[in-house]
C-alpha cells in the first residue's frame, strides 16, 4: 500500500445538545482542528470556536443523509492524507451509536493516527437535566440504554428484553417505533408504569412529556412529539414528577 503524507483524525464528542456541555478536551480539539465534519445533532454554536477551519456538514436525518457513511470514511482519509488535523464532530459521546468504529477502522486500513475525545452523552447528560436519576438505591440497580431501530430500519430485537427487566430503560432514536415500543413494555409492566420522553433534550427547542404507558402515546400526539428525543421507561422517572407537586402524572412543558 502506498505511504501517504499523514495528518490525524480526532473524534470528538459534542455532549447532547447544550454547547456548554462540552469537554476542554474537545475544545480544544475543535480550536485545533484544520478541517471539521459535523453531524447534523451537534449545536451549530461549536463551530464558532474555529472560524478559520474548513467545516463540511455530513449529517443524516430520517430519510436523508448529506453523505453516507462510506463518503465520509473516504473525506476523512483525504484531509488526513493531505497533513490536516481533522475533527469528526459527533452528537453526544462517539461511541455511543455514533458509527465511529467504522470511521477508526477505514482510517486505520491507512495507517493514519486516530484519537478519541469522549463526550457526555444523551441518554446520561438529558436525564441529568430534568434530575431523573437514572439507578437508584432499592428502585433501580442497573441500567439499560439501546437503540429504537437497527441499521436496516427495523425494530431493535433487545427491545422485548429490556421490557422485561427491572432496569432503566433508555431507548435512543425510538420515536418511529413508539407504538411498537410500548406495546412490548406492555406485555412485562402494568399500565400506569412511567415514562418520560425528551425531545431536543438541553437545547433551546426542547420539549418534554410525561405519562405512562397508558397515556403516553395520547400524550406524544397532544403535544406534537418527534424525534430526536429519548424515551425513558421505568420509576426513577417519577422522582422527575414529584418536582411538579401541582401537576397531574402526564404533562408537557418546555
Not at 493514519?112 to 444523551?122: D, F, L, R, Y
Not at 412511567?194 to 410525561?210: D, H, R, S
Amino acid at each position: 500500500m502506498q505511504q501517504l503524507n499523514k495528518g490525524n483524525i480526532c473524534l470528538v464528542g459534542a455532549g447532547p445538545g447544550d454547547p456548554e456541555l462540552i469537554t476542554l478536551k474537545g475544545l480544544k480539539a475543535i480550536q485545533n482542528a484544520e478541517v471539521i465534519l459535523y453531524d447534523a445533532l451537534i449545536n451549530p454554536l461549536l463551530l464558532d470556536h474555529n472560524p478559520v477551519a474548513h467545516k463540511i456538514f455530513v449529517g443524516k436525518r430520517k430519510g436523508f443523509a448529506q453523505r453516507t457513511q462510506e463518503e465520509i470514511n473516504h473525506l476523512l482519509v483525504h484531509y488526513a492524507a493531505q497533513n490536516k488535523k481533522v475533527v469528526r464532530l459527533k452528537g453526544g459521546d462517539p461511541l455511543i451509536f455514533g458509527r465511529a468504529c467504522e470511521e477508526l477502522s477505514y482510517a486505520a486500513l491507512f495507517d493514519i493516527e486516530t484519537s478519541v475525545v469522549p463526550g457526555i452523552s444523551s441518554f446520561t447528560g438529558i436525564a441529568a437535566q430534568h434530575q431523573i436519576p437514572l439507578t437508584k438505591r432499592s428502585v433501580s440497580e442497573s441500567l439499560w440504554v439501546t437503540t429504537g431501530h437497527t441499521h436496516d430500519g427495523q425494530i431493535s430485537s433487545d427491545i422485548p428484553l429490556a421490557a422485561q427487566s427491572t432496569a432503566t430503560v433508555i431507548v435512543l432514536m425510538g420515536m418511529r417505533f413508539l407504538k411498537e415500543i410500548v406495546t412490548a413494555f406492555r406485555e412485562h409492566k402494568p399500565e400506569t408504569y412511567p415514562v418520560a420522553i425528551i425531545q431536543n433534550g438541553t437545547t433551546k427547542a426542547e420539549k418534554v412529556v410525561l405519562g405512562t404507558l397508558g397515556t403516553i402515546e395520547e400524550e406524544v400526539q397532544k403535544h406534537s412529539i418527534s424525534n430526536p428525543a429519548n424515551i425513558i421507561f421505568g420509576p426513577t422517572v417519577l422522582d422527575q414528577v414529584t418536582q411538579y407537586k401541582n401537576l397531574k402524572s402526564t404533562l408537557c412543558y418546555q
